[in-house]
């Protein structure tokens, strides 16, 4: 099973930015699409952003296109969230996923345990 390790969160006024990075110290990322998701406390985890293997495709959730952007360096292992012009309900914690495979129409595999991110208005 591949680790998953999130950070960048933390606490951030409405409006700020806050940059998280995801990377793994097992297998490595360049063979599978990556994502992130979030949970806000007492909703149900939902879709953020994803990107396919080698960065040529990305999905953003409707609602956060414009203001969260996905990237990916694979020769780092490395995923990353920017988020801009960040609001309050923005405020969850936010995991990173591994997919089972190149693109992010395949099943959601290996997860982190999460890094919070709390936005105050």
């Known amino acids: 099973q591949v680790q998953l390790v999130e950070s960048g969160g933390g606490l951030v006024q409405a409006g700020g930015s806050l940059r998280l990075s995801c990377t793994t110290s097992?297998?490595?990322?360049?063979?599978?699409?990556l994502g992130w998701f979030r949970q806000a406390p007492g909703k149900e985890r939902e879709f953020v952003s994803a990107?396919?293997?080698?960065?040529?495709?990305?999905n953003t959730a409707d609602s956060l296109k414009g203001r969260f952007t996905i990237s990916r360096d694979n020769a780092k292992n490395t995923v990353s969230l920017q988020m801009n012009s960040l609001k309050p309900e923005d405020t969850a914690v936010y995991y990173c996923?591994?997919?089972?495979?190149?693109?992010?129409?395949?099943?959601?595999?290996?997860w982190g345990r999460g890094t919070q991110v709390t936005v105050s208005s």
């Open positions: 996923v591994r997919y089972s495979g190149l693109y992010y129409n395949t099943d959601p595999g290996d």
């Open positions: 097992g297998r490595t990322f360049s063979g599978y699409a």
């Open positions: 990107i396919d293997w080698n960065g040529g495709h990305t």
